[in-house]
């Protein structure tokens, strides 16, 4: 939330105005907070790219406004671009708005073309720097209606936004919708059903200043603020006076679509990297992250030391592991996996489908609808975008995205744009084919010696160069066949004393293939982990021992029906 207060505007405008400008998200993993946050606003600006167009998150952002009958403002930004294209987008936008199912009042919306790098906004595209970004202000303030609030009835307020602060607790972020609140007045949390959650009082009353949080001591109807003093209460919940008893109209916190099981890192070289290793500290960590983060849930697995992680994503998971290494954690986390739900009429599983929308260089469509096809998406929609590129719509399970990603750029050069957004539930569409090459595992510990890996690079890739430390059952390469292949990277050349005419060869060794957190996260296996220090990404078996694993397997073979 930004406020900007006492802007200078036309003449007609000399009064002093108050804006809260709110940016939405517009990835996936955060689809939930959209819907919310446009409780809280009485207008939208739609910024659309004058190269690129509407994108996928555009349509799901818009079609939520549109909804909830917020008058739109378009602007079409980077109208500097060598490619822009603004006549065509806007085009674009009007198509997108009437798909949508804009009425007639949303499709007469006023155009801004602006350019956020020099600074400008422009009702033509014939750029006047000298207004700068006035005349979007004045845009909004005659295109904007005032909020509709109720001054003299007791205090209500939609909680949309938590976080988590060290020094003050839970914090809850909304826009008052009735009364007003003093700091240190009592106040107490209703669920969506009426039901009381907790009491308390307000310890700390917050506004916003540009982009500074500063205390006041009373806010009214209309402001949007943030309040400490609560330590259960949560998004989607009503904060109000201690007499009221209905709450507000609440949109439900999104569930989770995908989960991953979180351990201590117990490999042997746990402890050597991190300063943060033990269990205690894993879970007090991430039931913290659950705390401050809607999106994040946590329960303990049927290990003592492992736990469940749900999420919403990809990226989500992969930004919370990231931040954990580099906060000094050392952890194990296994193969994502998707959250199914139950049709509730026919008993049938479903699944999270997703659109996903590509920008690719003729050439390269090919490759990337063949490669979308194995992953079970369905091509809906093939057109050109204009220089050469093709876009393409599939809607695709979420599961055969797990890290298409990088695929995605290998195959289109890097020149390639992916775009992806929830769509819906749909029916399950099938087993996926799974990792068609085994696993090149270390059958001892030790240091990596460049005889023995020169020996090994006919059995396919490896991620590891000499000199690094490695420990059995941790996974050195990729087996060009299917099967797991358990081998010694550690052997040495057997010296004699005895004198030959030879002389010693020099090694030459292929590059190793880097793991990077993404990539290993989507190669691993169901019976392997990724092994995340502060320095280092590791592939291991979840069996270290070869006789366990090979025990594990034979149990699987017997459970597996004919």
């Given amino acids: 939330n930004i406020r900007i207060r006492k802007f200078e505007t036309d003449s007609q405008f000399a009064d002093e105005y108050i804006l809260n400008l709110i940016d939405t998200p517009g990835h996936a993993d955060f689809g939930g907070e959209v819907e919310r946050i446009l409780g809280m606003v009485d207008g939208a600006i739609v910024l659309v790219d004058a ?13 939520k406004a549109l909804k909830r009958g917020l008058k739109p403002i378009v602007v079409i930004n980077k109208v500097d671009r060598p490619d822009g294209r603004p006549e065509a987008v806007l085009n674009e936008v ?53 909020p509709k609030v109720v001054l003299d009835t007791p205090f209500r307020m939609l909680a949309t936004i938590l976080e988590y602060n060290p020094y003050l607790g839970r914090i809850l972020t909304g826009r008052i919708t009735e009364g007003s609140i003093k700091s240190g007045a009592p106040i107490k949390a209703i669920s969506y059903d009426g039901s009381m959650v907790e009491q308390g009082r307000v310890m700390k009353l917050l506004s916003f200043r540009g982009l500074e949080r500063v205390p006041v001591e009373e806010a009214h109807a209309g402001d949007i603020v943030a309040i400490a003093g609560l330590s259960v209460a ?37 402890g050597r990297e ?135 750029l290998t195959d289109t050069r890097g020149t390639g744009i992916m775009n992806r957004i929830f769509h819906s539930w749909g029916a399950y569409r099938g087993p996926l084919e799974g990792r068609h090459t085994g696993a090149l595992i270390s059958v001892c510990d030790g240091s990596s010696v460049a005889y023995a890996l020169a020996n090994l690079e006919a059995r396919g890739p490896l991620f590891i160069s000499p000199g690094i430390q490695v420990y059995a059952g941790m996974i050195v390469g990729e087996h060009t066949r299917e099967n797991d292949l358990e081998i010694n990277v550690i052997k040495g050349k057997q010296l004699t004393n005895v004198r030959t005419h030879s002389h010693d060869e020099n090694i030459r060794l292929t590059p190793p293939v880097k793991m990077t957190l993404e990539h290993a996260i989507s190669y691993i296996a169901d ?17 270290l021992d070869p006789n366990e694993r090979k025990r594990a397997s034979r149990k699987v073979t017997e459970d597996t029906p004919a």
């Fill in 274 to 408: 991190g300063s943060k290793v033990t269990s205690r500290m894993l879970r007090e960590r991430l039931l913290h992250e659950a705390e401050g983060n809607v999106a994040i849930k946590v329960s303990e697995s049927s290990d003592k030391d492992s736990y469940e992680v749900a999420g919403r994503g990809e990226l989500q998971m992969g930004v919370l592991i990231e931040t954990m290494r580099r906060e000094g954690f050392e952890l194990s986390v296994g193969r994502p996996r998707v959250i199914m739900k139950e049709d509730p009429e026919t008993g049938s599983r479903l699944e999270p489908i997703e659109e996903v929308q590509v920008d690719v260089d003729e050439p390269y469509s090919g490759i990337v609808v063949q490669k979308m096809s194995e992953r079970k998406a369905e091509l809906t929609e093939m057109k050109p975008s204009g220089g050469g590129k093709l876009r393409l719509t599939f809607l695709a399970p979420t599961r055969g995205l797990i890290g298409y990603h990088g695929e995605f």
């Fill in 94 to 146: 009007f198509d997108l708005f009437a798909a949508l199912g804009a009425d007639d009042e949303q499709l007469d919306f006023p155009i801004l073309y602006a350019s956020g790098r020099q600074g400008w906004a422009s009702t033509s595209l014939e750029a006047d720097m000298e207004k700068g970004m006035t005349p979007m202000f004045d845009l909004v303030v005659k295109h904007v209606p005032e």
């Fill in 234 to 270: 949560t998004v989607a919940d009503t904060l109000c006076a201690p007499e009221v008893t209905e709450a507000l109209e609440a949109q439900p916190v999104d569930p989770p679509t995908l989960s991953m099981t979180f351990s201590v890192n117990n490999s042997p070289l746990a």
């Fill in 527 to 543: 019976d392997e982990l990724v092994e995340v220090t502060p320095k280092s990404i590791r592939l291991r078996k979840r069996l």
């Fill in 51 to 63: 190269a690129e167009g509407p994108l996928p998150q555009t349509k799901f952002v818009v079609g």
